[in-house]
């Protein structure tokens, strides 16, 4: 069974860092574009960052220039690294990977992990 594993969350003041990790397992990392999602609360799940398995990145307007995505296809681990956080980001932060393969969906979540920014 697929799983992905987020770590990293917790609570950090205004202008701090934070860095989230998701472990994959049972999936052929590369092929799948790795993204981070967040839920405050209230609001609708929306997409942080993603970046496909060749390195491309795209990211929200609203944390361009402060966060960072990145992965490991060896260790298959994607990483966001967060910095300049402010309270607009306290969500929980959802690791995705999707990809299609012979036309078929493939669409895994993690379980969450709460990031909170104390103003």
């Known amino acids: 069974q697929v799983q992905l594993v987020e770590s990293g969350g917790g609570l950090v003041q205004s202008g701090g860092s934070l860095r989230l990790s998701c472990a994959a397992s049972?999936?052929?990392?590369?092929?799948?574009?790795m993204g981070w999602y967040r839920q405050a609360p209230g609001k609708q799940r929306e997409l942080v960052a993603a970046?496909?398995?060749?390195?491309?990145?795209n990211y929200t307007e609203s944390v361009k220039g402060r966060f960072t995505i990145s992965r490991d296809n060896a260790k298959s681990t994607v990483y966001l690294q967060m910095n300049s956080l402010n309270s607009e980001d306290t969500a929980v932060y959802y690791c995705?990977?999707?990809?299609?393969?012979?036309?078929?969906?493939?669409?895994?979540w993690g379980q969450g992990t709460q990031v909170t920014v104390s103003s």
């Open positions: 970046i496909t398995g060749t390195g491309t990145t």
């Open positions: 049972r999936i052929f990392f590369s092929i799948y574009i």
């Open positions: 995705n990977a999707a990809t299609i393969i012979a036309g078929v969906d493939y669409d895994y």
